[in-house]
């Protein structure tokens, strides 16, 4: 089970190039982003320049801080945004797009169980996409630090100081890895039910996946004027489980700035005892069981070849 | 001898419709058994019970294994190519080679390499970038650097030109085939393949019309070329199919001795799609 798993991962990122080209492409938008921002700064006065970043003169430092979280939090925002996109329609590709061109019979003619074939794709959808994401944001951080350095030093600012100096760059970067690895884990329900739906659909795959949530919701609605089936799939989404004790409008508020170096841990924020003791994330990692084992149930079983 | 596959009562259903009904056959070790049948008539279904791609009732045993649910285990002893366009299109060849080596035991890179490079397929293609030809020389290149007891063939040149077809099959026979394995094939080109086989087995509505060795083949079955008086004795004798060609009779015998045909016209083997013809008129009848 285990030992055919890293040539069956490897199999997917050849046949879904999105995994590794999407944050590539986000990570050259950013820099791009962040090099026209700089030459646009760099058309007003010296202390406006300088100020962005934060000079010492012009800024202080809780402000400078907060300028560079908020840039380290913003682009892993947009690598988040991007893995949602990039897991939904992996997973309702991942095994749809086997049966399609019939390419399905050459993977089932290899000693390789339905059973493997379809926990690496799980796998791939929560730990693998999640891990190149973590990676992306990890360079276009380094890169854009680097790029925004220069542009200090050449105004005459210290880089040093200003930049590298103003911000826990490990503290971000071990931040993003567990949000996107617990993003994918928290939302390993729905991974296998687009896995499922992957495997199942006739055609449409998008179509059968988001139609029957919505049409049970609306029916929940009609017949009981309540909104439960809705609600628990969007209050899913938000991750509470993992901030618990964080606010992200006070978090950004500039007094918790000027607390001191402490609030600006990200790691800090965040609870994962509390988000693996959490009755969600053990009732999310039950849900998506089932519905693999379903999906592996319908390979197995489905024969429209 | 050993045989490798054991079917006993054997079938299949896809809701009301029986597309294999209780069929039962033994294929035994180094033998090259052609299913014959037309379109729908249960081939490809028996193929995937053998496969171990669709379960089925009754008893089927492969190289002593339950295809269907020791299936990860069968396929580390079976090869088979389903059809030539299965090959995922988007995949390069080194990748395609870099998994099955990856994910077969059996498997033989260099022995595949080295038979890639009797052909035009270049290691950074990718198999849409080839043609369909070149797709079936790759995926035979595959199959024939597996160490594996039984290759089972559903159409395997279906779309290819002659040449394609000939050579195919030559490299099947010149490369692969030896006495310690077995080849089940189907096709609907059968004249390109009867002088391969050494057994045949013919499926109707899913059901087994003959099941035979080629060589016992030319002992039960005689066509009898004949006119006049000749015809009119020879179908006394009950053929079991009869054709007319250029004014003469073409009868088919089913177990009559050729002692008893001798002088009424000329005697033949028939050939196996007129055999396969007659018999699958004989069930319809």
Known sequence: ?305 | MTSLVKARSVSKNFGAVRAVDNVSFEIEKGKILGLIGPNGAGKTTLLKAVLGLTDCEGDLSVLGLDPFKQRKKLMQNICFIADVAVLPRWIKVSQLLDYVEAIHPNFSRSRAEELLLQTSVRSGAKVKELSKGMVTQLHLSIIMAIDAKLLVLDEPTLGLDILFRKEFYANLLNDYFDEERTILITTHQVEEIENLLTDIMFINDGRILLDSSMDALSDTYVEVLASGEGAQKARGLGPIAESEMFGKSIMLFEGVSREHLDGLGELRIPSVADLFVAKIKEARR
């Open chain 1, 1 to 305: 089970m285990i030992a055919h798993q890293p040539a069956l991962i490897k199999r997917e990122l050849w046949e879904h190039r999105s995994i590794y080209v999407t944050p590539a492409a986000i990570a050259v938008i950013v820099t791009l982003g962040v090099l026209a921002m700089l030459m646009l700064a760099s058309g007003f006065a010296k202390e406006l320049d300088v100020a962005i970043f934060g000079a010492q003169n012009v800024a202080g430092e809780a402000e400078r801080r907060a300028v560079l979280t908020g840039f380290f939090v913003g682009t892993s925002w947009v690598f988040l945004v991007a893995l949602m996109f990039l897991t939904v329609f992996y997973s309702l590709d991942s095994l749809y797009a086997e049966r399609k061109d019939k390419s399905i019979l050459f993977w089932r003619s290899m000693p390789a169980t339905d059973a493997e074939t379809v926990i690496s794709k799980l796998l791939t959808a929560a730990i693998v996409i999640p891990v190149i994401t973590a990676v992306g944001i990890w360079a276009t951080h380094l890169v854009n630090l680097i790029v925004t350095s220069l542009w200090v030093s050449a105004k005459g600012g210290d880089a040093g100081v200003l930049i590298w100096g103003s911000v826990s760059i490990l503290d971000n970067w071990i931040a993003a890895l567990i949000v996107v690895v617990a993003s994918g884990i928290w939302m390993s329900p729905f991974i296998a039910w687009f896995l499922f739906v992957s495997t199942w659909a006739k055609r449409m795959p998008i179509l059968m996946a988001f139609m029957p949530p919505i049409v049970l919701g609306l029916l929940e609605w009609i017949v009981f004027r309540t909104q439960y089936f809705l609600t628990t799939i969007g209050e899913r989404g938000d991750m509470t489980p993992l901030f618990h004790s964080m606010s992200l409008e006070r978090f950004f508020e500039e007094e918790q700035w000027r607390d001191g170096v402490e609030n600006i841990s990200l790691l800090q924020h965040m609870d994962l005892v509390g988000f693996v003791t959490d009755p969600g994330f053990w009732s999310g990692l039950l849900v998506c069981g089932i519905l693999t084992t379903a999906a592996i149930y319908v390979r197995r079983y489905r024969d429209d070849s």
